[in-house]
């Protein structure tokens, strides 16, 4: 059937499971008890640690247990941490006690760990004391007595996981209750809170795996980092929906290239940036990548040549993804069959259990097919709201319907484009970068008059973040200088990797600063750098 409207209602294929993840745990343990379910894969290959099914779902019950020592069911437990095992571990032992999971990105800087904590209330925090080098227990020192609801703080490595002498009974978890709380940035410069439920991230994981990797062996490798709904949320439940080993690895290309051919990898999902840096990998042509059964890749625009040099380089399948944390993941996806210049100029059509809509961004109904409009959701996975906050909640559900902030077209089959974005958005190297949250922090800085924060083209990372700055009246400033202001308040992956000033900035007649005028100046060279 061909649509004359953007309007695509899913039929009743796609099963919807009533299961929290560690009740769906429980099942694989039934199901798969001697199948490996977990691997250590930032180790090497003798001290590479592996778990069964049946083991895991012991230890997560042992792991819930312990959790009910420091915590009561309903409690938020913060986790901050890089991908490592025990991050899985403790997700699904949050899940049978009644946590909440508040996942914190381990490249935070004080002051972003500092409003994730308290705006989430979390009891208690569980941490990694070193990343990457980074004194992680120095960067808390630093809020430690402005937490307002923290109560316990853990380092990980003495958390224990082995059962207590006595075990309790593990409370019964509402499988429509709050799982998980991400944080994602939107219009308003501030981090919210995403609150999704158990059922939404089992299903929209099974959804997600039953199209993309349901072809692909029972080996994922996994570089997407877990405190992303990719690694948590479509990777670890992803990869337990088809019963297959979830191999977890902080992204290093050397690394990730030997634990793709000594694990023998059958689905790797990776983002563009990630794809681009094993490819260029001087040890890239003598790994045996022949194990790949499916690549997906996502996260940006993928451009037609990168999805060719992908499938040569790697030999597999590759399937598009487009997403978004508040429904719980992926949205749509393209079948591995599907034609190269579908997966390129498109993301698929959306999962199963999963309605979409391309509204009109001015009185909200449906538009004809091909003509831009605002992408809207209803799945099982939409979020329960933004944790604490009525107002943003309002405007992004609306009768069922997640509205996504991004623009879109649906052609005659269903297939989406994403076109662009309503929310001021950028994505570098999978990452979403809000500008508010960076100009913000720049206006902070008395040199600064005006700034605004946008993406430019990059070949590598999609889009890079780029500020064009007004001086304020009779001040100047440098790059170096507005570099370290942002270096203390945010992740390094939100500074500008290039830097504009100018005297005036393009406004519309109400006073808004035109981005694209800016974007425009910038690329042909009409306003020139900031040194």
Not at 30 to 50: H, I, Q, S, T, Y
Not at 155 to 161: A, K, R
Not at 321 to 333: D, K, L, R
Request: charged share 20%; net charge negative; aromatic share 6%.
């Amino acid at each position: 059937m061909r649509l004359t409207e953007s309007l695509w209602l899913a039929d009743d294929a796609g099963e919807i499971v009533e299961q929290t993840p560690g009740q769906a745990l429980r099942a694989a343990a039934e199901d798969a008890p001697e199948a490996v379910a977990l691997v250590d894969g930032n180790a090497d290959g003798p001290d590479r640690r592996r778990w069964t099914f049946a083991e895991l779902n012991h230890l997560a019950e042992a792991t819930a247990a312990r959790l009910l020592g420091l915590f009561e069911p309903g409690d938020r437990v913060a986790l901050w941490a890089s991908s490592v095992p025990e991050w899985e571990i403790l997700q699904f032992g949050a899940s049978l006690a009644g946590l909440t999971l508040v996942t914190v990105n381990p490249g935070y800087t004080p002051h972003e760990l500092e409003f994730v904590l308290n705006q989430s209330g979390a009891a208690g925090l569980i941490y990694e004391p070193g990343y990457r080098g980074i004194d992680q227990t120095a960067k808390l020192a630093e809020i430690q007595d402005r937490l307002v609801s923290v109560e316990h703080i853990v380092e990980l490595p003495n958390f224990d996981f082995s059962p207590p002498e006595s075990m309790p009974e593990l409370p019964e978890v509402d499988p429509s209750g709050p799982a998980m709380i991400l944080h994602t940035s939107g219009t308003t410069g501030k981090p919210k809170g995403a609150l999704l439920s158990h059922m939404g991230v089992v299903n929209n994981a099974r959804y997600f795996s039953q199209r993309l990797a349901k072809s692909a062996g029972p080996v994922w490798v996994n570089p997407l980092p877990m405190f992303h709904i990719g690694g948590c949320g479509f990777g670890a439940l992803g990869a337990l929906a088809l019963r297959a080993a979830h191999v977890l690895v902080n992204f290093d290309p050397g690394h990730v290239l030997r634990i793709i051919e000594e694990e023998q990898a059958a689905f790797f999902p990776v983002v563009p940036t990630m794809a681009v840096a094993l490819m260029e990998h001087p040890d890239f042509p003598s790994t045996d990548v022949s194990s790949i059964d499916v690549l997906a890749s996502g996260g940006t625009t993928v451009p037609t040549e990168l999805i060719r040099r992908m499938v040569d380089a790697f030999g597999a399948q590759f399937g598009n993804v487009y997403g978004q944390t508040e429904n719980s993941g992926v949205i749509c996806a393209s079948n591995v069959n599907d034609a190269i210049e579908d997966k390129s100029a498109r993301v698929g059509r959306p999962l199963a259990r999963t309605d979409v809509k391309i509204v009109d961004v001015t009185d909200g109904t449906v538009v004809p097919c091909n003509i831009d409009g605002e992408i809207c959701v209803r799945s099982p996975g939409a979020m329960l709201g933004y944790f604490k906050n009525d107002e943003q909640t309002a405007e992004t559900l609306k009768d069922g319907w997640v509205h996504t902030g991004d623009l879109g077209q649906m052609d005659e089959r269903g297939f989406v484009a994403v076109t662009g974005r309503l929310r001021d958005i950028i994505i570098s190297g999978g990452e979403n970068i809000y500008a508010r949250e960076i100009e913000d922090v720049l206006m902070e800085n008395e040199n600064v008059g005006e700034a605004a924060v946008l993406g430019l083209p990059d070949p590598y990372w999609g889009e890079k973040v780029a500020a064009v700055i007004r001086p304020a009246a009779g001040r100047s400033t440098t790059a170096d200088e507005l570099t370290q202001t942002l270096e203390s308040k945010l992740a390094r992956y939100k500074v500008p990797k290039s830097w504009f000033v100018l005297d005036a900035m393009p406004v519309t007649a109400s006073g808004k600063i035109q981005k694209f005028a800016l974007q425009e100046g910038c690329l042909n060279g009409e306003i020139k750098s900031l040194d």
